[in-house]
């Protein structure tokens, strides 16, 4: 039988409520990966899945500590057993988007590994997290998941770790890849998705990580942007900094006056958008700012990027090959 690991990390799908009618009003991260494995007795039939418990957390809650200790357990447990199908994640909704692009960006390796949520408490009239489960180590185990980089199944579709993210507060169909889709679905019948095609890059798959991380802010673009934010990140020293513009990652001409007169040395900044969906392109005015845009990436997956690009010791010409490396 084919093996898989299963890693668990807290979120809704180990959620529990009082009540069966309660969807809102719960504790995440309550059940442990074994009572996830055994709420889908069907799972016994596609595969021998170990499990370990990484966190029980809301995924609000996660750290860099965790973010570590999942990417070296991934990274020995694909090295140590090359007989392993696969690796399925359980975790918190709210920063899963996070956490699959940051894998995507060190994992270098064709097996697959699926991140699964739930938007209702396992302790739910019509809980989601079961199904999810279950499709998702049917995606694991899926030879035409290889070579796609990190997956999220949710709701019966498959996305890609860049382009997929959380767009409603409820409803179990609240993740999407705007501007993409999905790259597949999933469904009695099985797995529905084209083979990979090519190899991936992997910016990060040397990079290891440290325990003291850098601290990245993320600014949000508005009418009127107050400067005190983006005045106390440059005076606090941060290295890094995102930008959600407006628009297509539109800064104020205040925080432009803001950046122009600062004298100290710059962070490393990006330029993401507010909109949800679509790029952000380079401007003329980004040189003499010292920002560079953020592409496709939203602004949590831009932080992550830029993180990366930080704890590797990249430079500003470094990190703009790889943001134009990135559709
Ligand atoms: N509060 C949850 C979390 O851990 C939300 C969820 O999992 O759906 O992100």
């Known amino acids: 039988m084919s093996r898989l690991l299963l890693l668990a990390t807290g979120g809704t799908i180990a959620g529990c409520a009082d009540d069966s009618a309660t969807l809102n009003d719960y504790t995440a991260g309550v059940l442990g990966g074994d009572a996830l494995l055994a709420a889908v007795p069907q799972l016994q039939d596609l ?25 070296g357990r991934i990274r020995d447990a694909l090295a ?117 095609s090519g190899s991936r890059q992997v910016p990060f798959a040397e990079l290891a990580l440290p325990e003291l991380w850098p601290q990245v802010p993320i600014l949000y673009g508005c009418v009127e942007p107050h400067p005190l934010l983006l ?11 995102v930008f959600t513009g407006t628009g297509a990652g539109q800064l104020s001409a205040g925080e432009c006056r803001v950046l122009e007169g600062w004298a100290g040395k710059r962070p490393l900044m990006l330029r993401a958008n507010r909109c949800g969906s679509g790029p952000v392109h380079a401007c003329s005015e980004d040189e003499r700012l010292g920002l560079l845009p953020a592409g496709s990436l939203n602004p949590q997956k831009a932080r992550v990027l830029l993180l990366l690009a930080l704890i590797a010791g990249l430079d500003r010409g470094g990190l703009a090959e790889l943001v134009s490396a990135r559709p």
């Open 47 to 71: 595969a021998t899945i170990s499990f370990e418990q990484i966190a029980n957390v809301d995924s609000a809650d996660l750290s860099f500590a965790h973010w570590r200790a999942l990417v």
């Open 80 to 196: 140590e057993d090359l007989e392993l199908s696969g690796v399925v994640i359980t975790h918190g909704t709210n920063t899963l988007e996070e956490t699959a692009w940051l894998l995507q960006l060190m994992l270098d390796d064709p097996r697959p590994v699926v991140l699964v949520g739930a938007m209702r408490p396992a302790t739910a009239l019509s809980a989601d997290g079961p199904l999810n489960l279950l499709q998702g180590v049917q995606v694991a185990l899926s030879p035409a998941a290889r070579g796609h980089g990190v997956l999220v199944v949710m709701d019966g579709q498959i996305h890609g770790a860049q382009g997929v993210t959380k767009l409603a507060t409820q409803g179990v169909g609240a993740f999407a890849s705007p501007g993409s889709g999905p790259l597949g679905w999933v469904d009695d019948l099985g797995v529905h998705l084209l083979m990979a």
């Open 231 to 241: 005045n106390a990140c440059l005076r606090a020293g941060i290295t890094g900094l």
